[in-house]
């Protein structure tokens, strides 16, 4: 870590397991409801269940702080800023302690896998993030294992990172962090925490790696995934197994050192199913991962190579616009070309990610589609 440490003090106290459930349904993100670095794949069994149309409250914890290469012990990593004990989550601690991943997994630690009863592969799982709350008045961004944009670049290159403060300010939340390493003045920035890993499992005979998204969703890091958003992915495996984790207080697009704001979050998730009848009567193809979200629909694209990433996202869009509001392909793609905006969402998961945003208001005719009713109600 680059960072000094002037007497940390929090601005809230941490959200621990159970605290503040009351009666909802909830996964906890205890060692036996996660896993470490992999993903969810078709055969798991379940930790928890939600009927479609359904909520559940899930708890995230964070891979920052609980990592090998920082000590694998959270109380002792965040104690060295001045973090007391009793403000280290006790789910962080228990999974650093009692789970371990192999040496060719990702960092992040999922919650799930939560079985959606009656899901079945050609259907859109609709999940919507109702809220999302904080659990820890800190976090960390950090670069690492020559991944960031800057990889190889003189001055750049290497393993470190930075521990960042939360505080309030006129009824905000900001994110503060020193920006010298010998010096006290400081940046804020404002908190807008969504989850950067959100999927249903992969039909696949091994856990893919919780790092590169796909199809399945995954680790797609679009920040615009706040709360009141739906995400849509296409089911892969009966009852799709959904699972969230890599909580973000933070992230600027592109996600260009490595890391966001790497933060514990809870979140409250409603989940229903599109039925494969409707999914096919209303897309021409298939699309992969979209999002409705404050206005926008939100397409993605996802390839190694961020042109492809690009060119992907464009034709994803390209149908929703068809789809969505009974638009001529070309047309849509002229609209597209003067009015929509295309954006790097992460430049450093191995396939990268690119996503659009399209606004709805811009149209003056909707399709009558079961399926554009059922997205367009989302937005």
């Known amino acids: 870590m680059t960072s000094i440490v002037r007497g940390f003090a929090p601005a809230f106290a941490v959200l621990q397991p159970e605290q503040g459930i009351g009666g909802d349904a909830y996964l ?34 964070s891979h920052e702080g609980i990592l090998d290469d920082q000590g694998s012990d959270p109380r002792a990593y965040f104690g060295g800023f001045g973090v007391d004990g009793d403000q280290v989550l ?13 040496s060719l997994a990702g960092p992040h630690i999922v919650t799930g896998p939560i079985a959606v009863p009656g899901a079945v592969p050609g259907d859109l799982l609709a999940v919507r993030i109702d809220e999302l709350t904080m659990r820890a008045p800190y976090g960390v961004v950090s670069t690492r294992h020559a991944r960031g944009v800057l990889a190889h670049r003189r001055g750049f290159d290497g393993n470190y990172g930075q521990f960042c403060a939360v505080e309030s ?12 390493p010998d010096q006290l003045w400081q940046a804020s920035f404002p908190l807008r925490p969504f989850l950067g890993i959100i999927g249903v499992a992969t039909d696949t005979d091994t856990r893919l790696n919780s ?21 849509f992915l296409p089911v892969q495996v009966p009852d799709a197994l959904l699972y969230i984790g890599d909580p973000h207080f933070a992230q600027g697009n592109g996600e260009v050192a490595l890391t966001a704001l790497e933060a514990p979050l809870r979140a409250r998730l409603t989940v229903d199913v599109i039925p494969a009848a409707d999914v096919a009567a ?13 206005g926008l629909i939100i397409p993605t694209g996802m390839d190694a190579d961020l042109n492809k990433a690009l060119e992907v996202c464009v034709r994803n869009a390209i149908e929703l616009v068809v789809s969505l509001f009974d638009a001529d392909p070309q047309q849509a793609y002229l609209y597209l070309s003067a009015a929509a905006d295309f954006t790097i969402s992460q430049a450093v998961d191995q396939v ?15 399709a009558t589609t079961e399926l554009a009713k059922r997205i367009l109600e989302r937005v």
């Open 352 to 366: 990268r990610g690119v996503h659009g945003e399209v606004r709805v208001a811009d149209f003056a005719h909707y």
């Open 90 to 102: 006790t789910d962080a601690v228990a999974v650093a302690a009692t789970r371990s991943r192999d």
């Open 169 to 180: 300010r006129d009824g905000a939340w900001f994110g503060t962090m020193p920006m010298h």
């Open 211 to 231: 790092i590169p998204p796909g199809p399945h969703g995954g680790n797609i890091d679009i920040r615009r995934l706040t709360a009141g958003a739906t995400l």
């Open 282 to 294: 209303g897309f021409g193809r298939s699309i992969g991962p979209f999002a409705a979200a404050r």
């Open 28 to 61: 906890p993100a205890d060692p036996a409801a996660v896993l470490w670095g992999r993903l969810p794949r078709i055969g798991d069994r379940p930790v928890a269940t939600v009927e479609p149309g359904g909520s559940i409250v899930v708890d995230t914890v």
